[in-house]
């Protein structure tokens, strides 16, 4: 079963629509939540989460974890033709004697003009 | 400018032939990553070495094998046992303990004929 589940998998708005993008996690030693985005090739770091109920926030993208619930939400205001790109949240988990990321499937964000 | 040097971009092999993808990163990171990306699959994890001359297997090593002679350099060869080796793939690499966030390559296309 997967431990990082993202939805939806593909999303299709209009120029200006806010978006919702959801992650929800099923880990045994949570220590970070990670989101980046991938236009063409190299993913490209957006937020890193540890806290539960403190938003990040970056110009029209914000994003906040809630770890009693396993979940967090990217939120993009006024979307705009450049934010379309897949999505990709991916969680740490502690102890494991190394750094590692385990992937949801991401989600696939189309802004059409 | 530092950062992570996938090459080549684009690759085209027949059926039964070993491929080696390189990776090389001047960002003086210790530890190093290779993952798969397959359309609606999200990244997988292919091995990654923490240290010079030593890797560990992740969730999906089966028909690759790496190398990690000096601390730049993390190639990656597709052997014939990959039985669909036809994906994209990622090289990312991370400072060291205690730190957080994956710095990615931008990616090999491999497509096996």
């Known amino acids: 079963e997967d431990k990082v589940v993202q939805s939806p998998l593909s999303l299709v708005v209009h120029e200006g629509d806010t978006v919702t993008l959801n992650c929800s996690y099923e880990?045994?030693?949570?220590?970070?939540l990670l989101w980046y985005k991938q236009e063409k090739k190299a993913p490209t770091f957006l937020f890193m989460l540890t806290s539960s109920g403190i938003e990040k926030k970056s110009g029209r993208l914000s994003s906040i974890l809630d770890k009693k619930e396993l979940f967090s939400i990217l939120n993009i205001t006024a979307t705009q033709t450049g934010d379309s790109a897949i999505y990709l949240c991916?969680?740490?988990?502690?102890?494991?004697?190394?750094?590692?990321?385990?992937f949801g499937k991401g989600t696939k964000l189309s802004v059409i003009p | 400018d530092g950062g992570i040097t996938q090459s080549p971009k684009y690759l085209f092999r027949k059926e039964g032939q070993n491929v080696t993808l390189s990776c090389e990163q001047n960002l003086n990171h210790d530890a190093m990553y290779w993952y798969r990306q397959d359309p609606g699959q999200g990244l997988r994890l292919i091995y990654y070495?923490?240290?010079?001359?030593?890797?560990q297997k992740g969730d999906i090593a089966e028909g690759y094998s790496v190398s990690r002679e000096k601390k730049e350099s993390f190639p990656l060869t597709v052997t014939s046992a990959q039985k669909n080796p036809t994906a994209f793939y990622l090289c990312?690499?991370?400072?060291?303990?205690?730190?957080?966030?994956?710095?990615f390559g931008a990616g090999s296309r491999l497509t096996v004929l």
């Open positions: 990312a690499s991370i400072r060291g303990p205690g730190a957080n966030v994956l710095t």
């Open positions: 991916a969680v740490e988990e502690a102890g494991a004697g190394s750094y590692q990321l385990t």
């Open positions: 070495s923490q240290i010079v001359n030593d890797f």
């Open positions: 880990v045994t030693n949570f220590r970070s």
